[in-house]
């Protein structure tokens, strides 16, 4: 006998390739601010400026890699019925780690003595623009349907 019901569809979110992209995007650019950073700084500020800028570039990657990551991990329980919940609560968690690693770095590293604050700073933003300038180049040249993730009914037949 065969099974009335139909197949259940790939529901694999289309965005996956898209955040696989601007990670491995994303991965290069902060490798290639991690080194002019390091360069700038120490040139400018002697070793407290490398280690500065070295701290505030892994800060930007490891804070922009949260934020795919977690897309990505929620975007695994696509087929569960409960899809939606643990995806926001996948990434707000994200965001809300993202936070007070922030916050506990910023009240830990405020009066360290081996640091340059404004090299510190620099490289964070630096890092931050890179990550954002990847984001919007990887989505605007990605592929996408308007309408993904959509499966249509198969067309009625004359029998």
């Given at each position: 006998?065969?099974?009335?019901?139909?197949?259940?569809?790939?529901?694999?979110?289309?965005?996956?390739?898209?955040?696989?992209?601007?990670?491995?995007?994303?991965?290069?650019?902060?490798?290639?601010?991690?080194?002019?950073?390091?360069?700038?700084?120490?040139?400018?500020?002697?070793?407290?400026?490398?280690?500065?800028?070295?701290?505030?570039?892994?800060?930007?990657?490891?804070f922009m890699g949260i934020t795919a990551a977690s897309i990505l991990l929620a975007n695994r329980?696509?087929?569960?019925?409960?899809?939606?919940?643990?995806?926001?609560?996948?990434?707000?968690?994200?965001?809300?780690?993202?936070?007070?690693?922030?916050?506990v770095l910023v009240v830990v590293l405020r009066d360290a003595s081996w640091l340059n604050p404004?090299?510190?700073?620099?490289?964070?933003?630096?890092?931050?623009?890179?990550?954002?300038?990847?984001?919007?180049?990887?989505?605007?040249?990605s592929r996408m349907p308007y309408a993904s993730d959509v499966q249509l009914p198969k067309a009625?037949?004359?029998?």
């Open positions: 006998m065969t099974d009335a019901r139909p197949e259940p569809a790939d529901r694999t979110p289309t965005s996956n390739p898209v955040l696989r992209r601007a990670l491995a995007w994303g991965g290069a650019l902060a490798t290639v601010v991690l080194v002019v950073s390091a360069v700038l700084g120490l040139v400018f500020a002697g070793t407290e400026g490398l280690v500065s800028a070295l701290i505030g570039t892994l800060m930007a990657v490891i329980y696509a087929s569960s019925d409960v899809f939606v919940g643990v995806f926001f609560a996948i990434v707000l968690g994200g965001w809300l780690l993202k936070f007070i690693v922030f916050i404004v090299v510190l700073f620099l490289s964070l933003v630096a890092g931050v623009i890179a990550s954002l300038v990847v984001d919007v180049l990887v989505v605007a040249k009625p037949t004359d029998d």
